[in-house]
């Protein structure tokens, strides 16, 4: 089984800054994608940022320039660094895992509890 626990959302003023933190425990035996999914009301669950492993990242161009995605050396830890937050990056974080438990598993999706970011003055 693996678990993903997400932390460091909160409340922030527009132009302000966030770090979002993400670690991946559990029977893991290799790590395909770590990433980073928002989500608000009546609205389908968007790709932020990801990482491929062995790939660079990828940013939804809502973001650019203002996130950055990176992993931990170790690899089992991915973070998202928000500057320059917008109301309308209003949402609920979710944190995303592609992984495998063995050599011989398939690969799946593990996925965090989610993270409420609100941008707000």
């Known amino acids: 089984q693996v678990q993903v626990v997400e932390s460091g959302g909160g409340l922030v003023q527009p132009g302000g800054s966030l770090r979002l933190s993400c670690a991946a425990s559990?029977?893991?035996?290799?790590?395909?994608?770590m990433g980073w999914y928002r989500q608000t009301p009546g609205k389908e669950r968007e790709l932020v940022a990801g990482?491929?492993?062995?790939?660079?990242?990828y940013y939804a161009d809502s973001v650019k320039g203002r996130f950055t995605i990176s992993r931990d050396n170790a690899g089992n830890t991915v973070y998202l660094q928000m500057n320059s937050l917008k109301p309308e990056d209003t949402a609920v974080y979710y944190c995303?895992?592609?992984?495998?438990?063995?050599?011989?598993?398939?690969?799946?999706?593990?996925w965090g509890q989610g993270t409420q970011v609100t941008v707000s003055s």
């Open positions: 559990g029977s893991i035996f290799s790590i395909n994608f």
């Open positions: 995303n895992v592609v992984a495998a438990v063995s050599a011989r598993s398939a690969l799946y999706n593990y």
């Open positions: 990482i491929h492993s062995g790939r660079s990242a």
